[in-house]
Protein backbone atom coordinates (compact mmCIF):
# COMPACT_ATOMS: atom_id res chain seq x y z
CA UNK A 1 0.00 0.00 0.00
CA UNK A 2 2.76 2.32 0.91
CA UNK A 3 4.93 2.09 -2.45
CA UNK A 4 1.38 2.56 -4.54
CA UNK A 5 1.14 5.88 -2.68
CA UNK A 6 4.89 6.55 -3.24
CA UNK A 7 4.61 5.85 -6.85
CA UNK A 8 1.75 8.26 -7.28
CA UNK A 9 3.54 10.75 -5.52
CA UNK A 10 6.59 10.98 -7.13
CA UNK A 11 4.41 10.43 -11.02
CA UNK A 12 1.17 11.41 -10.41
CA UNK A 13 1.18 14.66 -8.69
CA UNK A 14 3.82 16.48 -10.46
CA UNK A 15 1.97 16.65 -13.64
CA UNK A 16 -1.46 17.05 -12.57
CA UNK A 17 0.35 20.47 -11.06
CA UNK A 18 2.53 21.54 -13.54
CA UNK A 19 -0.18 22.32 -16.59
CA UNK A 20 -1.47 25.55 -14.56
CA UNK A 21 1.91 26.64 -13.58
CA UNK A 22 3.17 26.00 -17.30
CA UNK A 23 -0.21 28.16 -18.78
CA UNK A 24 0.56 30.66 -16.12
CA UNK A 25 4.27 30.91 -17.22
CA UNK A 26 3.23 31.34 -21.01
CA UNK A 27 1.01 34.42 -20.01
CA UNK A 28 3.31 35.79 -18.44
CA UNK A 29 5.58 35.29 -21.35
CA UNK A 30 3.19 36.56 -23.72
CA UNK A 31 2.47 39.42 -21.60
CA UNK A 32 6.08 40.45 -21.34
CA UNK A 33 6.54 40.02 -25.03
CA UNK A 34 3.40 42.40 -26.30
CA UNK A 35 4.77 45.22 -23.63
CA UNK A 36 7.74 45.57 -25.69
CA UNK A 37 9.37 47.03 -22.77
CA UNK A 38 12.26 44.09 -22.52
CA UNK A 39 12.72 42.18 -25.62
CA UNK A 40 15.58 40.29 -24.65
CA UNK A 41 13.06 38.15 -22.12
CA UNK A 42 10.52 37.71 -24.77
CA UNK A 43 10.70 33.58 -25.13
CA UNK A 44 9.40 33.48 -28.73
CA UNK A 45 10.04 30.21 -29.12
CA UNK A 46 7.22 29.54 -26.57
CA UNK A 47 4.20 31.56 -28.36
CA UNK A 48 1.90 29.98 -30.63
CA UNK A 49 1.32 30.76 -34.22
CA UNK A 50 -1.32 33.08 -32.76
CA UNK A 51 0.37 34.69 -30.73
CA UNK A 52 3.58 35.53 -32.81
CA UNK A 53 0.88 36.97 -35.09
CA UNK A 54 0.00 39.35 -32.28
CA UNK A 55 3.39 40.11 -31.19
CA UNK A 56 4.22 40.92 -35.42
CA UNK A 57 1.21 43.30 -35.27
CA UNK A 58 1.93 44.91 -31.85
CA UNK A 59 5.50 45.22 -32.89
CA UNK A 60 4.82 46.65 -36.14
CA UNK A 61 2.30 49.13 -34.45
CA UNK A 62 4.72 50.18 -32.04
CA UNK A 63 6.99 50.92 -35.19
CA UNK A 64 4.97 52.88 -36.85
CA UNK A 65 4.32 55.32 -33.33
CA UNK A 66 7.65 55.38 -32.77
CA UNK A 67 8.29 56.73 -36.45
CA UNK A 68 5.62 59.22 -36.75
CA UNK A 69 6.25 60.73 -33.23
CA UNK A 70 9.78 61.05 -34.44
CA UNK A 71 8.51 63.45 -37.36
CA UNK A 72 6.85 65.50 -35.11
CA UNK A 73 7.81 68.95 -34.75
CA UNK A 74 5.91 71.10 -31.97
Do not use: H, W
Not at 35 to 43: D, N, R, V, W
Not at 57 to 72: D, P
Request: with cysteine.
Amino acid sequence: MKYQLSIKLLFVLPFSYGAPVVAEDMGKNLKTCLAGKYESLCKEDLLTKLQSKQLAIARTEIAKRSNSAAGYVG
